[in-house]
């Protein structure tokens, strides 16, 4: 079963052909960083409007290098939030009027459970990598560690997600950029700490321990507060010199809170068979280091599924079909009414 994703939550214009809920065909990505990058973060309302510009493109390469035509499509899959409103309703339209002049099924995809699914994709061409069974990934526990989520589920099978921590502020990924736009390198910020970190000291600046191990929920606005008062105490020499051993220090705090909540989360829920990570954060390589140093074996995207894409609508969508699980019915309504009538933040 073909199913076409279409992903633009954010600033990401993204479709992708994905067979069978795991194998990708194709998927394309256009990203609007170098746009947003010059502003130091996303403008909603550019962002809606280089979706549109794209929409249409992106969805014509992803079925041109798939070799489909929209005669293979059995269902079309989209995300239906959360994300920038404006950048969300280009998606939706998009999806919805393809879906009704093709009479195929539409499944609105909840973007930050759909980042799960990005460890579960195997590529088309990879003989090496192998869809795992689904009797050795459940019961999980999946991290979503991106720029608006720090979210953990408890997972008994594909579709089924328990919320059972979250950040109580500020999520992981946006601490990231927050402190990258502070130190004045750029967005997104991720991975170029990461970058700067790798030649820096870890230990050289002590970083305050946001919250207890013992509990499972997250904190980064401690941290970032912190980082804002260390950076503002050096001139711009001092930054210049010390920036190193600055992005190590912070990197290692935020990645060790991830590390020691999914241990004591392991304590709890031991029957876990498969810990996965997920999200723009995941790519982190530092992260995966701590995680094996604290023996933590888990399951994270090829690095090009770890931030926003389509593949990871499609195999979420593929799940969520095969339950039945019924559209909306403002997804097939074009009044604005409709859409106002419905929670996107979901
Ligand atoms: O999942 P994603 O692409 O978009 C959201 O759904 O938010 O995540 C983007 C976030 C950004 O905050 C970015 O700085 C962070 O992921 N990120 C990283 C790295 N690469 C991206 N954070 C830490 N290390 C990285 N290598
Ligand atoms: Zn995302």
């Known amino acids: 079963m073909y199913i076409l994703g279409i992903e633009s939550s954010c600033d990401e214009t993204a479709c992708a052909i994905v067979k069978d809920g795991?194998?990708?065909?194709?998927?394309?990505?256009?990203?609007?960083?170098?746009?947003?990058?010059?502003?130091?973060?996303?403008?909603?309302e550019i962002a809606a409007r280089e979706h549109l510009k794209n929409i249409d493109t992106v969805v014509n390469l992803a079925l041109d290098q798939a070799k489909l035509s929209l005669d293979d499509i059995d269902a079309v899959a989209v995300t239906q939030g959360p994300g920038l409103i404006g950048a969300l309703l280009v998606g939706i339209s998009y999806a919805k009027a393809l879906a009704v002049s093709r009479s195929l099924p539409?499944?609105?995809v909840n973007h930050v459970q759909a980042h799960v699914h990005a460890s579960l994709l195997v590529d088309d061409d990879d003989k090496l990598q192998k869809p795992q069974?689904?009797?050795?990934?459940?019961?999980?526990l999946a991290f979503v560690v991106s720029g608006g989520h720090t979210n953990l589920y408890r997972m008994n099978n594909y579709t089924s997600y328990e919320l059972i921590a979250h950040s109580i502020d500020d999520a992981c990924g946006e601490c990231f950029d927050k402190v990258a736009k502070l130190l004045g390198l750029g967005y997104p910020g991720g991975k170029l700490i990461e970058e700067l970190a790798q030649k820096g000291d870890p230990h050289r600046f002590s970083m305050p321990t946001v919250m207890s191990t013992k509990t499972m929920m997250f904190s980064y606005s401690g941290l970032k507060t912190h980082m804002v008062h260390l950076i503002s105490s050096f001139n711009e020499e001092e930054l210049k010199t010390n920036i190193c051993d600055i992005c190590a220090s912070f990197q290692q705090a935020a990645l060790n809170q991830l590390a020691k909540k999914i241990l004591y989360t392991k304590t709890i829920y031991k029957d876990t068979k498969q810990v996965i990570i997920a999200g723009g954060?995941?790519?982190?390589?530092?992260?995966?280091?701590i995680l094996l140093d604290h023996g933590i074996r888990?399951?994270?995207?090829?690095?090009?599924?770890?931030?926003?894409?389509?593949?990871?609508?499609?195999?979420?969508?593929?799940?969520?079909?095969?339950?039945?699980?019924?559209t909306p019915e403002c997804f097939y309504d074009y009044?604005?009414?409709?859409?106002?009538?419905?929670?996107?933040?979901?």
């Not at 069974?133 to 999980?140: I, N, R, V």
């Not at 954060?281 to 280091?289: F, R």
Request: hydrophobic share 40%; proline share 5%.
């Open 106 to 108: 539409l499944i609105p």
């Open 281 to 289: 954060v995941s790519a982190n390589m530092k992260l995966k280091q």
């Open 298 to 326: 888990y399951l994270a995207p090829k690095l090009k599924y770890c931030g926003d894409n389509a593949a990871m609508i499609a195999g979420f969508g593929y799940r969520l079909f095969q339950e039945n699980i019924k």
């Open 335 to 346: 009044s604005w009414d409709a859409f106002s009538r419905y929670d996107f933040s979901k």
């Open 22 to 44: 795991t194998t990708v065909i194709s998927s394309v990505v256009a990203s609007q960083i170098d746009i947003h990058s010059k502003y130091g973060g996303v403008i909603p």
């Open 133 to 140: 069974e689904e009797s050795e990934l459940f019961p999980a």
